[in-house]
């Protein structure tokens, strides 16, 4: 049995509480990672391999436990080349210099405007050099997302590198069946939406969000960052994207009051739910994606490289944000949606993808196992969480799983605050006095819980008492 160690925020197995999920950041700040990553598991997983996930967390100093552990390994990424991911990058290139086992990259990106200029990149370029150094001395290629990320490192000199797109489109292997359902978008139409805080701050976003909850009573919001859900289950502003009040995740906003937000920590749900919507549109490349695995139809509103080189890749229907009207009605774009390019190229895209695979010695369950028959039936086995929803909720009965949560960890802090004083009073005497390592509940809890016994338990409570 080949072992594969993934790099992944955690196992599509694994059935995490909204609180838990929340708390330990499963879906490390973004919701899309899970898409390419569950995707990659799929893939790999066959009757002769298992695979397992490494969690987001670099540690350089467990290499000798890697190389005895497993035979690979698999670092799904996203927009790994931008300046805000360097010290990361150097993280995971200590690691991988110190593996002696394969190491494959299947989907990189770099990320810069739409107009593809390197030049903000410059900074980092030491960085990126040494991160895809490491990774060619350990495998026979570097798969990269699109074109821009391609030519920025042949420029650098790097040959080795093959365009592969994404794992993620490749989750149902070379099936993907996208379809409108109805000639065109009316008031009664469900329509999802998406985008960043930065898309609903500097790109013009916000109007276009605006117009489209007063046409469509049945729009929904999906967001994808770890802020999102934090506001949407705890209302919790701590984060400076809580300053955005133009994002529907906001509690100030229509759309969060009316219940109309979502953010998903599992792709099944996330998935399972697009299913029922008619169109899909918004500026979040793996928010869209999701949509077009559901089967319904999606258009990508591109920012910048790294969702225009996807989308002009796998010729998913797309426009440059930057250059669309504030009363832009989603019917427009459902009209001018051409889905055929996207479905006709996916096979051949498939076979590119599962030959780089084949190249880097991986086996992948389409060709060598039952094409996911057994990961889809575990997976419909479980019971995963479902969107966090908006917290507009007053009664008690709502808050149940809330204040569970919250005393279970109080509790759990509790019992380690104890046992580190025992550990202390059992070392040695130092010379001089050692400050007590007391573990008092962070401050995340206690803002959770401050907020949580705020105004819709002392709503409830007096509507209990009447």
């Known amino acids: 049995m080949k072992r594969i160690l993934l790099r ?9 509480s909204m609180e838990q999920a929340l708390h330990q950041d499963v879906i490390a700040t973004n919701a899309g990672n899970l898409i390419f990553s569950d995707a990659a598991h799929k893939i790999l997983e066959t009757p002769h391999t298992e695979v397992v996930s490494n969690g987001m967390r670099t540690d ?4 000798g436990r890697i190389n ?3 035979d690979a390994f698999v670092i799904p990424l996203a927009n790994a080349f931008r300046p805000s991911f360097e010290v990361p990058l150097r993280r995971l290139t200590r690691l991988i210099s110190k593996l002696k086992i394969p190491v494959i990259i299947p989907g990189v990106g770099a990320q810069t405007g739409l107009n593809y200029d390197p030049a903000r990149l410059k900074a980092i370029e030491p960085a990126v050099r040494e991160f895809v150094s490491a990774v060619l001395d350990h495998s026979a290629s570097i798969g990269v997302r699109g074109e821009f990320t391609e030519k920025y490192l042949r420029d650098m000199g790097f040959n080795d590198v093959e365009v592969i797109g994404c794992p993620s489109l490749f989750m149902y292997g070379d099936r993907l069946d996208v379809q409108k359902r109805a000639d065109a978008l009316g008031p009664e139409s469900r329509i999802a939406v998406n985008g960043s805080h930065s ?3 500097n790109q013009g976003l916000d109007p276009i969000v605006r117009n489209a909850h007063a046409r469509y009573p049945h729009l929904r919001f999906i967001g994808q960052n770890l802020s999102d859900a934090r506001q949407l289950h705890w209302r919790d502003l701590s984060d400076p994207n809580g300053k955005v009040t133009a994002m529907p995740t906001h509690p100030d906003h229509p759309m969060y009051r009316e219940d109309k937000v979502r953010v998903y920590v599992d792709p099944v749900t996330w998935i399972d739910d697009l299913r029922e919507f008619d169109f899909s549109f918004g ?3 793996h928010g869209n994606i999701a949509a077009l695995l559901a089967g319904t139809p999606a258009t990508v509103l591109c920012g910048d490289s790294r969702t225009l080189e996807l989308c002009r890749y796998f010729d998913i229907p797309h426009r440059p944000i930057t250059k669309l009207p504030a009363d832009l009605d989603p019917a427009e774009l459902y009209a001018e949606a051409d889905f055929g390019p996207l479905l006709r190229g996916h096979q051949e895209r498939f076979e590119r993808f599962t030959g780089f695979l084949t190249r880097n010695g991986l086996e992948n369950t389409f060709t060598h196992g039952d094409g996911g028959a057994a990961h889809e039936e575990r997976i419909r086995s479980l019971t995963f969480p479902p969107g966090a929803r908006p917290w507009n909720d007053a009664d008690i009965a709502s808050l149940t799983t ?3 949560w919250l005393q279970s960890r109080l509790t759990e802090l509790s019992t380690e605050n104890v046992r580190l004083k025992r550990e202390l009073t059992r070392a040695p005497k130092a010379s001089k006095p050692v400050p007590q390592p007391v573990a008092t509940p962070g401050r995340s809890v206690y803002r959770l819980a401050r907020r949580a016994v705020g105004r819709p338990l002392r709503k409830a409570l007096q509507s209990g008492r009447q």
């Open 283 to 285: 500026s979040r490349i």
């Open 199 to 201: 898309a609903m701050r």
């Open 8 to 16: 992944s925020g955690k196992s599509p197995y694994d059935v995490v």
């Open 60 to 63: 350089v100093a467990a290499a």
């Open 68 to 70: 005895e552990e497993f």
């Open 402 to 404: 809330r204040f569970g």
